[in-house]
């Protein structure tokens, strides 16, 4: 049995929240055409987002990874490690615009908050797996070994579940499959 990476688990879902994100400009369209913003699709996503992406992914970065990558030596103040924590909380300030939005309501005003900040964490997200998948991943690649590499893939299904419980994770990834399957 081969021994998963860690940054190959990043990766893999980078791109089940590259869907979501897709999902997300889909509603945001459909705000900007006049329509309705879809309650059901928008809650969903938001506890996709915030279980997923905030709970599970980011954390897996910052708690088990990042600090390895700094024992490493890939410098944290000033360096790739602290561009990525400033995204991260940039990231949580805009999920925290699009719940905000998404709590008040289905009023034109609450939808065009929602859409633009769901908008503006695309792009940020989008970026942000840019430069860790063609930098920072590829850095972490270079310094961990195999054997680490695979300790740390070990740890993140171990923080998946004291995040979330057991299971939730896939269920998540599942739903959101689902979703993007089903359009808003």
């Not at 705000?31 to 506890?47: A, C, F, H, T, Y």
């Not at 990231?91 to 503006?120: C, F, H, P, V, Y």
Request: aromatic share 6%.
């Amino acid at each position: 049995m081969t021994m998963q990476n860690a940054t190959d688990v990043l990766r893999q879902e980078h791109q089940t929240i590259k869907g979501a994100l897709g999902f997300a400009e889909k509603i945001a369209a459909k705000i900007n055409r006049g329509e309705e913003m879809p309650p059901d699709g928008v809650q969903k996503l938001m506890e996709f987002i915030r279980l997923f992406v905030e709970q599970c992914h980011h954390s897996k970065e910052e708690k088990i990874l990042f600090p390895l990558l700094e024992r490493k030596g890939i410098p944290a103040d000033g360096g790739p490690l602290g561009v990525m924590l400033m995204e991260h909380d940039r990231a949580r300030n805009l999920i925290e615009e699009m719940s905000s939005a998404a709590t008040g309501g289905t009023d034109r005003d609450s939808a065009k908050r929602w859409m633009q900040a769901a908008w503006n964490y695309s792009d940020l997200m989008h970026d942000h797996f840019y430069k860790e998948e063609e930098m920072l991943f590829r850095m972490a690649d270079r310094v961990l070994s195999q054997e680490e590499q695979a300790a740390v893939a070990g740890e993140f299904k171990r923080l998946e579940s004291e995040k979330i419980g057991e299971g939730k994770h896939d269920q998540l990834r599942a739903m959101m499959e689902e979703m993007i399957a089903g359009n808003p």
